[in-house]
Nanobody, 114 residues
Framework: QVQLVESGGGLVQAGGSLRLSCAAS????????IGWYRRAPGKQRELVAA???????SYADSVKGRFTISRDNAKNTVYLQMNSLKPEDTAVYYC????????WGQGTQVTVSS
């Protein structure tokens, strides 16, 4: 099993930055890809960014050039650096670890005020 704990959310003004962390524990050797997702009020959950075990990254078009996903394998932690935040980035952000089973964290709230 894999356990995920997100942190780093909060309230920030438009144009500001936040860095989210997703700390993994348990059978971390089995993780293939970790992704950051978000769910805004009244909207479906969407993929924001993902990083594979080999370091390949992908981003949603809406965050390209503003968000950066990275991982520190020694700390079993994946980060999401979010710059130039917009009010439409307001959402609960979750990380997901893909193994033979998908594991989800509990989420962290990001609120961007205009």
């Amino acid at each position: 099993q894999v356990q995920l704990v997100e942190s780093g959310g909060g309230l920030v003004q438009a144009g500001g930055s936040l860095r989210l962390s997703c700390a993994a524990s348990g059978s971390t050797f089995s993780i293939n890809t970790i992704g950051w997702y978000r769910r805004a009020p009244g909207k479906q959950r969407e993929l924001v960014a993902a990083i594979s075990s080999g370091g390949s990254t992908s981003y949603a078009d809406s965050v390209k050039g503003r968000f950066t996903i990275s991982r520190d394998n020694a700390k079993n932690t994946v980060y999401l650096q979010m710059n130039s935040l917009k009010p439409e980035d307001t959402a609960v952000y979750y990380c997901k670890a893909e193994t033979s089973i998908n594991y989800w964290g509990q989420g962290t709230q990001v609120t961007v005020s205009s």
